[in-house]
Structures are given as structure tokens and as C-alpha cells.
């Protein structure tokens, strides 16, 4: 992980300056007669798979982009959700990038943040001028690039919350009780796209969310989860095991202010009820709470570690923030990144 990775990209636009007439175009999302848009999704894995199923058990048409493997399953068994909140299967339409032939009018993004470029190379012949791309990934990085590549007229701010898995025989088990997505444009619009991107969700099981201040709320999530993923990789341990440390709480407190200060600075600054919020899960002796990041590390698999830390280092040096903890953070997930491309772990 190199701290100046994809750095100039994430300077090329920033956040949120979208022509409202643009953002407010309504193209197929407002044809009177409630939301029926064209979806492609990349991926058909536990996010992709997840909410793409249920649009598809919504009314919706949906399309998975995925690879030939994925694509052969998918013809053959169409897809398949396990959940306590009802099971359901379908056949599924599933085409690989060369198949793409038009463009869809809403494009759902689920992939790591390490594999993002080939993901915008995977989609690009999906995205048309009126196309609306909607991003769940981890961390805001990533919007920039998006903006870059695609328009911001044309991205879309999301979250998504589901704990979910893709089984060996291609079933997509939900895991417990979390089936949030949250979207919005990007200044703040309530346009007819989210509008109708929230109708269409709502005909399903899941708890869909279209916000005016997305921005603010993927800001909020890269606090939290900057704070999380780096104290917990970085001392290899939970929450409640480094606040029953002497020193514990309070670094992990002093990191969430720095990436409050972040945030801050950037114009989209944490509510005190939010810190008051973290600081008392920092404080929290008992909490078993670990980022995700650190369960990847425990595996040896890849980490979002630049997309995440490295964005908040690059951050905290622009607006003159002390970067002490983001620095030895990084270092920590540079290394660990080294010694598993050379296969030392």
C-alpha cells in the first residue's frame, strides 16, 4: 500500500458540487406509474446478490455483470437467498462486461475498494448519460474516482449495513437482522431517481433509506470506521481488549478526534451526539467489537487498508491534522501487506 496511490485521482474532484438540473433529471425514473428501472449489478455475491435478489422479488429488472463461472451458475440456478426475513429464488438474467450491449438506468457497485478499477472497467459499457450509479463499498475514496471517471451528476452517495454470505453452492445466506441501504445525490437533491430508487426497495424487505445529506453520512461511517480498522489491525485485538489496556481508551479516542477533525475540515463535521456515541464504545471494557479489517488480516487475505487509513493519512497532512497515529497505522498495514505479497505470513 503506497500512501500516494490513487492520490491524484482523489484530488481530480471533490465532494458533492453537482449541477442540481443534472442531478434532478428524471430520464426513465418518473414515468407516472411507479419505479420500473433497468438494474445491473456487479456481482452477485452476499451485497450485490443480496439486493439485487430482492429488487428482483420487488418487480424490478435486474441484470448481474459478473464472470463466466458465476454467470454459468446463475443461468442455471438463478438466485437464491436465504434469510429469516423470507427466502426467495429466481431465474436471473446474467451477462460478463462484453455482453453489456445498452446502458441500464441504475448501475449497483459492490466490490472491494482494491479491485475498483477493474469494477470501472467492468461497468463503463453499462453507464449511458442518463444512468445513475450507485457505489457500496467501504470508506468515501472511492467517490472521487467514480466522480472522475463517470460525472457526478451521475454517482450517487450509499451505504449499505447486511451481514451476509456467499455458500459454497452459490446460496446467499443473510446472517442476521441487517438489511439497510441508505442513498442520496450527492448536493443534497431529492430527485425523482432516489425518489423512485427508494419506492422500488420499498416493495421489498429491505429498509431503504434516501437521505439529503449523504455526504455527511458516508463522512460519518469513514470516522467510525477509520478509527475501528485502525486501532483494532493495529493492536490485533478488540475493542473491550485495548480499553482494558491502561492506555487504550484514550488513544483510541484521541484517533477518533483527528478523523473528526478530518471530517471537520473538510465541511462535514461529526454531531456531538455521534462522538459521545463512540467514545462510550471506547471506553467500553466488555465490547468484543472488531473491524473487519482485522478478521481479513487474520485470515492473510487482501485489506482495504490505502482506501481507508492511507485516504485518512493523505487527509490529516492536506489540513494539518497531527497524523501520528495515522502514520504508524498505515506503516502497520503497509508491512503487513509486503510480508503477505511475499508470502511470510
Known sequence: MNVSTCASAMRACSYGH??????????PWDNGRGPRVRVMCLGAGAIGGYFGGRLIEGGQ?????VREGRRKT???????IRSTFGDFSSKAKAVTTDEIREPADLVILTCKAYDLDSAIDAISPAVGPQTAVLPLLNGIAHMAVLNARFGEERVLGGLAKIAATLSADGVIQHLNDWRYITFGEQNGLMSDRVVALKQAFDRTSVV?????????EMWNKVVHLATVAGMT????ASVGEI????????????????????????GYAPSDAFLDEYRKLFADRSSGYTASMLRDIERHGPIEGDHIIGFMLRKAREHGIDDTIHRIACTHL????????????
Open 74 to 80: 446463475l443461468l442455471e440456478e438463478g438466485i437464491r
Open 243 to 266: 480499553a482494558r489496556t491502561a492506555e487504550g481508551s484514550s488513544l483510541m479516542i484521541r484517533f477518533l478526534h483527528a478523523n473528526a477533525a478530518i471530517a471537520g475540515q473538510e
Open 208 to 216: 431503504a433509506k434516501a437521505v439529503p445529506d449523504i455526504m455527511q
Open 61 to 65: 429488472d435486474v441484470t448481474f455483470i
Open 18 to 27: 453537482v449541477k442540481p438540473a443534472e442531478a434532478a433529471a428524471s430520464g
Open 233 to 236: 489491525t493495529l493492536m490485533r
Open 334 to 345: 503497509e508491512a503487513y501487506e509486503a510480508r503477505r505479497e511475499a508470502g511470510r505470513l
